[in-house]
T-cell receptor, first 117, second 110 residues
Framework: QVQLQESGPGLVKPSGTLSLTCAVS?????????WIWVRQPPGKGLEWIGE???????NYNPSLKSRANISLDKSKNEIFLNLTSVTAADTAVYYC??????????WGQGTVASVSS | QSVLTQPPSASGTPGQRVTISCSGS????????VNWYLHLPGTAPKLLMY???LRPTGVPDRFSGSKSGTSASLAISGLQSEDEADYYC???????????FGGGTKVTVL
């Protein structure tokens, strides 16, 4: 059973870079599925950030494409999200998820990221 | 403003049937399958329905999904108190070349 666990700094200063890690256990990130990042700002709905395939192919939300970078480390079985030039609007709970048949069947518990000086 | 439109809220009494709509366009729902998620704030979202009307293992058959044209819907029959949650539809959008969520519907059990 695949399990996902997000981690990150919790607090990031405005204009800084938010760096998050998603640790995958119980399965390999080299399997044939996308690995997803989704976020939920306070009081708002879910927003797809982007996704990565094990060969490094990525897709991004057009609204975040210029600031988001998703990568992976097969040796550590981890997926990463870097979001640059953050503002208060980037404050959210960030989730990683696994894609299966075009749906997201496994999710992490989420990590809170707050942007504040 | 979400690409997929859902009503912000829906409600029913225990045992009733509640339906949540998800309206899109030809570039998303009209040409791709729809998935539904249940989300309790503070917890991990849960896949409730995939490929329009298929339930993952463990999801009760009280939940059913359908799609017609550029709209989809999720029905909850025999409403229970534990069904109180936020529900999101999602699909791929060919024009945006990315995945999109609905704005979410909060279901309240009266």
């Amino acid at each position: 059973q695949v399990q996902l666990q997000e981690s990150g700094p919790g607090l990031v200063k405005p204009s800084g870079t938010l760096s998050l890690t998603c640790a995958v256990s119980g399965g390999s990130i080299s399997s044939s599925n996308w690995w997803i990042w989704v976020r939920q700002p306070p009081g708002k709905g879910l927003e797809w950030i982007g996704e990565i395939w094990h060969n490094g192919n990525v897709n991004y939300n057009p609204s975040l494409k210029s600031r988001a970078n998703i990568s992976l480390d097969k040796s550590k079985n981890e997926i990463f999200l870097n979001l640059t030039s953050v503002t208060a609007a980037d404050t959210a709970v960030y989730y990683c998820a696994k894609e299966w048949r075009d749906a997201f069947d496994v999710w992490g518990q989420g990590t809170v990221a707050s942007v504040s000086s | 403003q979400s690409v997929l439109t859902q009503p912000p809220s829906a409600s029913g009494t225990p045992g009733q049937r509640v339906t949540i709509s998800c309206s899109g366009s030809s570039s998303n729902i009209g040409s791709n399958t729809v998935n539904w998620y249940l989300h309790l704030p503070g917890t991990a979202p849960k896949l409730l329905m995939y490929s329009n009307n298929l339930r993952p293992t463990g999801v009760p058959d009280r939940f059913s999904g359908s799609k017609s044209g550029t709209s989809a819907s999720l029905a909850i029959s025999g409403l229970q108190s534990e069904d109180e949650a936020d529900y999101y539809c999602a699909t791929w959008d060919d024009s945006l070349n990315g995945r999109v969520f609905g704005g979410g519907t909060k279901v309240t059990v009266l």
